[in-house]
């Protein structure tokens, strides 16, 4: 069973710093990209950031110039470094896995980003 865990998450001050990590475990026969969303309340989950199995990586424009995405194969593992944060940030992010292009396959169970003065 696959199980992806979070860490990282919590409050921050705007224009703060935080650092998503997130690690997967169990079987994964391949993987084509990692990725996190984010859930608002009130808002539909949206797409932040997604790195492919070859480091190609894709933003949400509202994160441009902000976030880092980064990955490390070897530990199937996802980060996500946030800086210049905003109170729009504020959210649940996930964690995710791709088996193949598309939607995700594979959902971490969220960490809460707060961004408040």
């Known amino acids: 069973q696959v199980q992806l865990v979070e860490s990282g998450g919590g409050l921050a001050q705007p224009g703060g710093s935080l650092r998503l990590s997130c690690a997967a475990s169990?079987?994964?026969?391949?993987?084509?990209?990692m990725g996190w969303y984010r859930q608002a309340p009130g808002k539909q989950r949206e797409l932040v950031a997604k790195?492919?199995?070859?480091?190609?990586?894709n933003y949400a424009d509202s994160v441009k110039g902000r976030f880092t995405i980064s990955a490390d194969n070897a530990k199937k593992a996802v980060y996500l470094q946030m800086n210049s944060l905003k109170s729009d940030d504020t959210a649940v992010y996930y964690c995710t896995v791709y088996r193949r292009s598309g939607g995700p396959d594979y959902w971490g169970q969220g960490t809460q980003v707060t961004v408040s003065p």
């Open positions: 169990g079987i994964i026969f391949s993987i084509y990209a």
């Open positions: 790195i492919r199995n070859g480091g190609l990586t």
